[in-house]
């Protein structure tokens, strides 16, 4: 808690920037690293200037941006939870997510109103999964996750009964919120802008998320007033999920790998480790996406499967580690 | 080097105070006053509502009835954070979120004192590491929480109290899974500070801790009776015997009464 916070996030943004170099270079046609530095410089072919400004950077920061803010959401729900295994995915609000943007594509509606629809589906989905997981009792860890996961096996029915009934042409774009993939984002900015954001509005919050995360009562008996505060964590852990979810599908385990990595190395300072987390997330989505990308050329995976693939080993390896 | 601002202490009291016990009646009215110097033991049997009212008096759950003042100004209008400054809690348990070590969790007593921008400065963490001093755990300071005995726990969570610096310090059972030594210690060390200035509210299940060291009892009855006054008057045999239901064989240590449960 006391020691520098500079040095792990100084090194976090380097990984992430040279991660971010890799996948602009990496591809079906592939540039030497002096290659890329002179597309940022400005005097590179025109093509690879295309190539890389136009086709590749936007798909890399939108992989950074998504993994950032996946991470992020993770661990705020970690911290309001008081639980480790709390994660966007599990709890089943990417799923709630892709419903409100799948009803609102079905609906013929295009850009601001499907992520509008996608956040309203993150929102609602955590209000069922906290409400019904807390009942009359407290937010006990197995019958939230319990909770978690069979609300995201509506959304999943849900998901596959409007995929039943869209029209084929549809059904390519609205695959891929289910598997999530980074190669349908629009655009990187509101994602990476609302990252940044987040990210400076924790500076000051990060000493009570610290005293949050030892309980309620604690909490109160430090000068926190609880219940606005967990309100705001809840509604800012929603708008992330649904801003990721937006950008790219539902991609899973980054919100509960990356969080759990961290904390192993890092400690448990919310201040460093909420940041860390969106560089960190970021960052693993970027290679992953890379990965994607290459691994069956000239086909692509989705990102979610790589990270599937990646988080549950390295997840279940972390927990056998740690006892 | 200024290591805390500290405003004026101020007096915890209560004004007809009724604890809300969920299905139990209104019980006895309180009217207690938390003096700075007093070490206050609260006295009864399990179920009579000694945690609910230190939880009522830590702000952290409404009364059934009545006020609580900080110098005559009712609790409620003041800020959660300004409110902590004045007074603080030991819990009866402690719960684990996330693994922290022996002094982030001590040095978490200093958030009220902090501003949203501010870190821990070096004295504060000089502070955290008197507070575990006094409480013979600085030595385990980079421990995990998670990894340490019962006895020790509850030394941390003390310390923690301590690094906090309220005036008026409620402690839940605070002897608990402490062996004999560190009972002492901590009773010795509540007693230190009351006389700095501070004030101390405590429950004890431990008669002759409490006769040994409090200056002040509350009695509480499981019917929600109660009754209060300085500890040589309170700490008769006639009164403690209905306390528990127990009968009690008083003897006198050093001129002062000691019980003991009466065989059979």
């Known amino acids: ?323 | 080097m200024v290591i805390t601002k500290r405003p004026i202490m101020q007096t915890l009291s209560t004004r007809k105070l009724v604890i809300d016990i969920p299905g139990r009646p209104d019980g006895y009215p309180l009217n207690l006053t938390i003096e700075a110097g007093q070490v206050w033991g609260v006295l009864g049997p399990n179920g009579a509502g000694k945690t609910t009212l230190l939880h009522t008096l830590a702000g952290l759950r409404a009364p059934r009835a009545g006020s609580l003042l900080l110098d005559d100004q009712p609790t409620g209008s003041l800020k959660r954070r300004a409110f902590s400054q004045q007074v603080g809690l030991v819990f009866q348990d402690h719960q684990d979120g996330f693994p922290a070590t022996v002094l982030e969790t001590a040095l978490i007593g200093r958030h009220p004192w902090l501003s949203p921008w501010q870190m821990e400065s070096a004295d504060d963490v000089a502070m955290a590491e008197r507070a575990l001093e006094a409480l013979d755990v600085l030595h385990l300071k980079d421990r995990l929480v998670s990894t340490l005995s019962g006895g020790e726990r509850q030394r941390v969570a003390i310390a923690t109290l301590m690094t906090q610096a309220p005036h008026t310090w409620l402690l839940d059972e605070p002897s608990n899974h402490l062996d004999l030594h560190h009972q002492v210690a901590v009773m010795k060390l509540l007693t230190e500070r009351a006389k700095a200035g501070n004030a101390i509210f405590m429950c004890l299940h431990d008669l002759n801790l409490a006769a040994r060291w409090c200056d002040n009892i509350l009695l509480m009855y499981p019917d929600g009776e109660a009754c209060w006054g300085p500890a040589e008057r309170m700490l008769v045999p006639n009164a403690l015997e209905r306390l528990y239901d127990q009968d009690l064989q008083t003897v006198e240590v050093d001129g002062a009464p000691f019980f003991v449960p009466k065989r059979g």
């Open chain 1, 1 to 323: 808690m006391t020691r520098s916070l500079l040095p792990p996030l100084l090194f976090l943004a380097l990984a992430s920037l040279l991660a971010m170099a890799v996948s602009v270079a990496v591809g079906s046609v592939a540039l030497s690293p002096l290659e890329v530095l002179s597309v940022f410089f400005g005097n590179a072919e025109p093509l690879q200037q295309t190539l890389v400004l136009e086709l590749r950077l936007p798909r890399t920061l939108s992989a950074f941006a998504t993994g950032g803010l996946l991470a992020v959401a993770g661990a705020l729900m970690q911290v309001l939870l008081r639980n480790p295994l709390a994660d966007p995915y599990v709890l089943g609000l990417s799923g709630g997510a892709a419903v409100g943007a799948l009803l609102a594509m079905l609906a013929g509606l295009g850009g601001f109103l499907v992520s509008g629809s996608a956040f309203a589906g993150a929102l609602l989905s955590t209000f069922l999964v906290f409400g019904l997981a807390h009942g009359t009792g407290s937010w006990t860890p197995s019958r939230l996750l319990l909770t978690g996961v069979v609300v995201a096996a509506g959304w999943g029915a849900v998901i596959t009964l409007m995929l039943a009934i869209s029209p084929a042409r549809e059904l390519p774009g609205m695959l891929y919120w289910l598997m999530g993939d980074v190669s349908y984002a629009r655009t990187p900015w509101p994602g990476l802008l609302f990252l940044l954001a987040v990210c400076l509005l924790i500076v000051p919050l990060g000493r009570s998320l610290n005293v949050l995360a030892r309980g309620p009562l604690q909490a109160a008996a430090l000068g926190i007033s609880v219940r606005p505060m967990e309100w705001l964590i809840y509604v800012l852990a929603s708008l992330l999920t649904a801003t990721a979810v937006t950008m790219a599908g539902s991609i899973g385990f980054v919100g509960l790998v990356v969080p759990h990595m961290l904390r192993l190395v890092l400690g448990n300072d919310q201040r460093l480790i909420l940041p860390a987390c969106a560089l960190a997330g970021g960052t693993l989505l970027v290679l992953a996406d890379t990965l994607a990308r290459i691994v069956i050329a000239p086909e692509q995976l989705p990102v979610g499967v790589i990270t599937a693939l990646l988080g549950v080993p390295t997840f279940l390896y972390l927990l056998y580690r740690s006892r």
